[in-house]
């Protein structure tokens, strides 16, 4: 243990002891409070699989949608998993994407049509979309990348007292769960935008009023396995940081007035 001063106040520093006390709280709040997310998961998978039986009645309207959004033309390609060497959970329909990279739209249409409006929603935001929603997926992987570095920034043991002069990194510290729930707010919003677009473009290519209810439901729950790691990502990281501040930090020594 040593002390340090700040603005003529003298701290005392925390115990290692301490510090690992903090470490181990800090963690295992932050697995409690995500601990939800594979709930959320599993509630989405269930609602997709319940839809698989119905595929039929998707599937033409999904190759219709698909030919009338103009993404053709765009260059876009539709990869259906079933008859491609793709991943083995895109042939068994556990999975669908837009890669606006390959520009393809990979998914099993003999499994999940009903998904494949959505990937189209993703696909029409990069290509064809107003008011900056294209960058809004441009900023996905640095947003993933910046609320995963927050998850680290939360649990750094505090070497300064709370009224002590902050330099850059201590603000990113002090805001770190608010700035990984940001982070996350681009694909929050893209990944509604998509699912918007999705529902509109299956209505219009002739998918009736019940299955675009059945639709809803997964776009939702799809949507929740997002919000919810954002919220519940950034509660955990603002939580990690608050418990390693109160075990970290340096405390103040009561200032005593000398011998008599
Ligand atoms: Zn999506």
Request: aromatic letters at 12%; glycine letters at 8%.
């Amino acid at each position: 243990m040593s002390y340090v001063y700040y603005n003529g106040q003298e701290y005392k520093t925390r115990a290692p002891l301490t510090e690992m006390e903090g470490f181990l709280l800090a963690s295992t709040a932050s697995s409690l409070i995500l601990s939800p997310l594979p709930y959320i998961g599993r509630s989405f998978q269930k609602q997709i699989n319940k839809e698989i039986p119905n595929n039929h009645l998707y599937k033409d309207s999904f190759i219709r949608a698909f030919d009338v959004s103009g993404l053709k033309d765009k260059g876009v390609k539709l990869v259906e998993a079933q008859y491609h060497d793709v991943p083995l959970e895109y042939k068994l329909g556990h999975q669908a994407c837009y890669d606006p990279i390959q520009k393809q739209v990979v998914l099993n249409t003999d499994k999940i049509s009903s998904a494949g409006f959505h990937e189209l929603g993703h696909a029409l935001n990069s290509l064809k979309s107003k008011y900056g929603i294209k960058y809004l997926s441009k900023l996905r992987a640095p947003g993933y990348i910046i609320a995963g570095l927050m998850e680290y920034f939360a649990i750094f043991s505090r070497k300064k007292p709370k009224g002590a002069p902050r330099s850059f990194s201590d603000v990113v510290e002090d805001n770190c769960g608010k700035i990984a729930f940001i982070a996350m707010l681009p694909t929050v919003i893209e990944e509604a935008v998509a699912s918007f677009r999705g529902v509109n473009l299956a209505k219009k290519s002739g998918v009736n009023d019940a299955l675009i209810k059945n639709m809803k439901k997964i776009y939702l729950k799809a949507h929740a396995t997002y919000s919810g790691k954002a919220v519940l990502g950034g509660l955990a990281v603002y939580a990690s940081r608050k418990i390693m501040d109160l075990f970290t930090r340096p405390k103040p020594v009561p200032q005593s007035f000398g011998d008599w």
